[in-house]
């Protein structure tokens, strides 16, 4: 299995900030990565895939890099709607996997 | 609108059974392969299964893998999950996903369920 390493799990940021969020494999997965957004209570969203394109209907506020083993979500203004918790998933190889999770709170 | 709504979950004993069901709508569900994703109380996201449009491959997470069976009926625009033995560690919110071009694209809302005595 593929393990991944996401982090931070929590970051405290504040509207209009840049932040990043990392996600690291333990073996190279080219570009079959997704980034998803949950809010509480909600199912998650998919907001990148195929690690850098941007889901339709996606703010362009978000974008997504990297191949192989390490890849970044970064959301560049943040609004008051992103505050949630983001996971990254490699669809390279079965079983897929989920990053841990980091939650964006508001500083 | 493309439309995944989740039911069946519930209560249950340790080692008993449940069958949950996924309805499919606004979409040719046929074309897609389809997949179970879980959430424990409080904790991350964790892919359980998954199966091709036609259901010719299907595989499982390790940690459900000889308890669990994933099917489908393309007729019926229906996904399912048939959860045998189950355990406290099976608590969780279920969704069924899409996968679409790439990763999963749309989710249903989740059905609740809780393995307790």
């Known amino acids: 299995a593929i393990w991944m390493t996401q982090s931070p799990s929590l970051l405290s940021a504040s509207t209009g900030d840049r932040v990043t969020i990392s996600c690291r494999m333990s073996q190279g997965i080219s570009s079959y990565l997704a980034w998803y957004q949950q809010k509480p209570g909600k199912a998650p969203e998919l907001l990148i895939y195929a690690a850098s394109t941007l889901q339709s209907g996606v703010p362009s506020r978000f974008s997504g890099s990297g191949s192989g083993t390490d890849f970044t979500l970064t959301i560049s203004c943040l609004q008051s709607e992103d505050f949630a918790t983001y996971y990254c998933q490699q669809y390279y190889s079965f079983p897929y996997t989920f990053g841990q999770g980091t939650k964006l709170e508001i500083k | 609108e493309v439309q995944l709504v989740e039911s069946g979950g519930g209560l249950v004993q340790p080692g008993g059974s449940l069958r949950l069901s996924c309805a499919a709508s606004?979409?040719?569900?046929?074309?897609?392969?389809m997949n179970w994703v879980r959430q424990a109380p409080g904790k991350g996201l964790e892919w359980v299964s998954y199966i091709s449009s036609s259901s010719s491959t299907i595989y499982y997470a390790d940690s459900v893998k000889g308890r669990f069976t994933i099917s489908r009926d393309n007729a019926k625009n229906s996904l399912y999950l048939q959860m045998n033995s189950l355990r406290a560690e099976d608590t969780a919110v279920y969704y069924c996903?899409?996968?679409?071009?790439?990763?999963?694209?749309?989710w249903g809302q989740g059905t609740l369920v809780t393995v307790s005595s």
């Open positions: 996903a899409r996968f679409g071009e790439s990763a999963f694209d749309y």
């Open positions: 606004g979409f040719t569900f046929s074309s897609y392969s």
